[in-house]
């Protein structure tokens, strides 16, 4: 097994010395590609549930919670990464990695997605609106898969992105005041992290025809 027959979402990060350090360090210890997988869920339902708790704290604390937000979305991107790495580096493949490579990641950007929706300044529909679409994009892809072409991971409001943006968004909610956090009103007054959801839900809408075009092509072409 080698990286160019892994259909695997492209990252630059991986090319990266500390990456590729960090992965066969971690290889070393003997923890499983399966075992990163699942520890990334741990560490995504912990980013809903300390996004989604910001709205029951008050100031400092929802500011604390916002941070543990951000750092928890980044350690399971961090895990994301370092499974498909390790299972290189140890030269093991499971008969399950490949349910153990999507069904987390599934549930890690639902927890988190429907987290920020609960968050202070957040919405509950979008949060529940965004997860679903982002569900909608991750199915595309693995039908296309399926179908036997090649996986479409193109964006706007791909898995990496949708995780910078909601990194981004809690740690400037974090980090400014009240005063500079934007709220709109439309149906309901929407807080940054609402508008950030809406951004995830135009884009994530965006990706899934896009995907569905190119798979579609793909597969006539091999047809």
Do not use: H
């Amino acid at each position: 097994m080698n990286e160019q027959t892994i259909d695997r979402r492209p990252l630059a990060t991986r090319k990266l010395g500390i990456s590729r350090w960090t992965a066969q360090a971690v290889a070393r210890t003997g923890i499983t590609p399966n075992q990163i997988s699942a520890l990334g869920m741990l560490f995504g339902i912990g980013s809903g549930l300390a996004l989604g708790a910001t709205a029951l704290v008050a100031d400092p604390w929802w500011r604390v919670l916002f941070i543990a937000g951000a750092v928890l979305t980044q350690l399971r991107l961090l895990c994301n990464m370092l499974d498909g790495m390790v299972a290189l580096a140890q030269k093991s493949d499971s008969p399950v990695g490949e349910l153990y490579n999507e069904i987390p990641d599934r549930i890690s950007d639902s927890a988190t997605l429907i987290g920020l929706g609960f968050a202070l300044g957040g919405s509950i529909e979008l949060g529940f609106a965004a997860a679903l679409i982002a569900m909608f994009t991750a199915y595309i892809r693995a039908m296309g898969k399926a179908a036997g072409g090649p996986q479409q991971f193109c964006g706007p409001m791909s898995k990496p992105q949708r995780m910078f943006t909601v990194t981004v968004v809690a740690l400037y909610c974090a980090l400014t005041p009240v005063a500079w956090q934007p709220t709109l009103v439309l149906w309901s007054p929407l807080g940054l992290p609402a508008l950030a959801l809406l951004l995830i839900c135009a884009g994530a809408a965006v990706a899934s025809v896009r995907r569905l075009a190119r798979a579609a092509r793909s597969l006539r072409g091999a047809a």
